[in-house]
């Protein structure tokens, strides 16, 4: 059976036709083509699908997609501003939290939706934020480093939150 709905992906509407059972994760990756939401698991426990669903950060390898129309949905994608990087990429870069890449924008997306709730969090808040998100290959001291960076470079900056 087939669910008509409409996404809200990155501020652009998409109606589709979704199956019941069909995963936000594959709608968005097969259907969109936003390739920067990554496969890691597929049960819930590295965080590499993450997405911000109104702005809460959400594992779209367990969200049916069905659930999510109407709702505002951000990518990695959708964080860049007029072909500028968001503070939040940037400071990865800069921080040197980026190796592999593949966790990096279930990362991402978590410290932003910390950051949007709590513009000036404590390492121990870091920490806690990005506790679903696993790195195997930089280690999260470079990552706790960069969402502090970040942090602060928008409170300096005083730039809008996308």
Do not use: W
């Not at 890691?40 to 367990?62: H, M, N, P, R, Y």
């Amino acid at each position: 059976m087939n669910i008509p709905i409409t996404l809200n992906v990155n501020g652009r509407d998409y109606p589709l036709q979704v199956k019941a059972n069909e995963i936000l994760l594959n709608v968005l990756r097969d259907r969109l083509g936003l390739m920067g939401t990554k496969y890691g698991c597929g049960i819930g426990e590295c965080g590499a699908c993450t997405v911000l669903l109104d702005g809460k950060a959400i594992l779209s390898c367990q969200t049916l997609a069905f659930t999510t129309g109407g709702k505002k949905i951000t990518t990695i994608e959708g964080l860049e501003d007029n072909s500028s990087l968001h503070p939040l990429q940037q400071a990865f870069i800069d921080e040197g939290a980026v190796q592999c890449g593949y966790c990096t924008p279930g990362m991402i997306l978590s410290a932003k939706a910390l950051l949007d709730s709590k513009p000036d969090p404590s390492s121990e808040e870091i920490k806690q934020a990005i506790r679903g998100n696993l790195c195997r290959c930089t280690g999260y001291t470079n990552i706790v480093r960069a969402i502090k960076s970040a942090s602060e470079s928008i409170k300096d900056t005083g730039r809008k939150q996308i």
